[in-house]
């Protein structure tokens, strides 16, 4: 098992920034690859970005340019940094891990951390 512990949402206006952080235990010896989703209200759960054990990040269309995704292997933390956030960013973010790959729905994504919540005023 692996748990995955996220931190760093907020309330922020538009054009600012915010770095959320994902600490992950347990049996990661295991993982592949971890990422981060989001899900707004009335809306689908989409993939944000996401990074390999071997560095490999892939984004999200509308992120591109504005987000970035690291990961500490030794602290077994991933990061996301996201600059010029905008109101459509807003959403409950995801942490997310599995050992093969995070498909774009999250549908068959083996670990979750709790969420948290980032909210971009206009």
């Known amino acids: 098992q692996v748990q995955l512990v996220e931190s760093g949402g907020g309330l922020v206006q538009a054009g600012e920034s915010l770095r959320l952080s994902c600490a992950a235990s347990?049996?990661?010896?295991?993982?592949?690859?971890m990422g981060w989703y989001r899900q707004a209200p009335g809306k689908q759960r989409e993939l944000v970005a996401s990074?390999?054990?071997?560095?490999?990040?892939n984004y999200g269309d509308s992120v591109k340019g504005r987000f970035s995704i690291s990961r500490d292997n030794a602290k077994k933390t991933v990061y996301l940094q996201m600059n010029s956030l905008k109101p459509e960013d807003t959403a409950a973010y995801y942490c997310a891990a599995d050992p093969r790959v995070l498909d774009t729905l999250g549908v068959r994504v083996d670990y979750w951390g709790q969420g948290t919540q980032v909210t971009v005023s206009s």
């Open positions: 990074i390999t054990n071997t560095g490999f990040a």
């Open positions: 347990g049996s990661v010896f295991s993982i592949n690859v």
